[in-house]
């Protein structure tokens, strides 16, 4: 668990690019994050209600867009979204893969007001 | 107004930039460096020391432990010979960029020719946060189970090598070997994988000879390399 760190990270961009915009309020946060990264969307919105306290982004709301992991077969050239635990190919069997999507973390944009 | 605001940023790039920083830092000081994951117990600390033991007189070796709480690790890898500091995260599931650059500012690297940072044990945090170390080791234990491969994807998808420690216990415990390296292989294809044991010594001389070859490299760069 590394919500905390990760969230403070949030706000430093947030508010860097409200700063930068000359907006005065930040009134929602666009996330994009993979299925593969290990973030829990509650406890981020947690400390979120902390940290940005008494900041331009006090009250903003957190939008989670998950992505769902796709992975390649390299053997049958197959795409397939891979069930819980498993990563082998539902075609084939077979075990090269490539991840196709489901490692993004990033901010995408931000709602603000001035 | 309202309006919306582009950013398209990554959450951990700060981490990653100074990620960058440390290994320009390694780099420029000749030092190969070592990123130890592994779950607690694993023996990272115990490979530590037959590492700093072993390669006594060959390589002049520094150590940087990572723990939440206490000096014990540091302390060993001290005892062992190693030049070490110790980092207690305070709480802190995994080290991140940040705090080894406040360790290696700590350390005199001149001289050093290999660094090994023991992150927090810890199979998941650690993996999103790169240290700018130049290559990660993740040591897995024949008791953890055959199946943490298939439960942290993240740790085993992004290291460069995977020691399978404490393989004297092999016949005391259920552990199928073909099944853990599947998915390792499903995971992290042709991943260099080193089996031994700390205890029984069993295996270690690859281990170090793969240390003194990747040092090798590192220092005296060749073309086909």
């Given amino acids: 668990m590394h919500e905390l760190p990760v969230t403070e990270s949030i706000l430093e961009i947030s508010l860097r690019h409200a700063t930068a915009a000359g907006a005065k309020q930040i009134t929602d946060v666009y996330l994009v994050i993979g299925q593969l990264a290990s973030i829990v969307d509650d406890s981020v919105q947690f400390y979120w209600d902390i940290v940005s306290k008494d900041t331009p982004a006090e009250g903003a709301k957190l939008h989670f867009r998950r992505i769902p992991t796709e992975l390649l077969c390299l053997d049958c050239n197959i795409r397939y979204k891979p069930a819980p635990m498993e990563m082998g190919c539902p075609t084939c069997d077979g075990v090269h893969v490539k991840v196709i999507a489901g490692e993004e973390f990033y901010l995408e944009s931000i709602q603000v007001e001035d | 107004m309202s309006a919306r605001l582009p950013v398209v940023e990554k959450i951990l790039g700060a981490n990653e930039r100074l990620a960058a920083i440390n290994r320009a830092r390694l780099d420029a000081a000749g030092v190969y460096s070592l990123n130890f994951m592994a779950s607690p117990g694993a023996g990272k600390t115990s490979l530590i020391e037959h590492t700093v033991k072993r390669l006594a007189g060959q390589l002049n070796i520094a150590v ?10 540091a302390d060993r890898a001290a005892a062992a010979g190693a030049t070490a500091v ?49 290559h990660s080791v993740l040591i897995a234990s024949t008791p953890e189970g055959d199946d943490k491969p298939y439960k942290y994807p993240g740790m085993y998808r992004g290291v460069d090598a995977l020691i399978i420690n404490k393989i004297d216990l092999l016949p005391y415990i259920s552990f199928e070997m073909d099944y853990f390296r599947q998915g390792v292989e499903l995971l992290n294809p042709g991943l260099v994988t080193l089996s031994l044991s700390c205890r029984t010594g069993e295996g270690l001389d690859a281990w170090l000879d793969w240390v003194k070859a990747r040092v090798s490299a590192a220092r005296n760069p060749s073309p086909e390399s």
């Fill in chain 2, 64 to 73: 940087i432990d990572g723990d939440i709480a206490t000096s014990i690790d």
């Fill in chain 2, 86 to 134: 110790q980092i207690n995260t305070g709480g802190e599931c995994h080290l991140d960029a940040a705090m080894l650059q406040d360790a290696l500012l700590q350390m005199d690297l001149s001289n050093i020719h290999l660094l090994i940072v023991e992150n927090v044990g810890n199979l998941v945090c650690p993996a999103s946060f790169p240290l700018g170390t130049h």
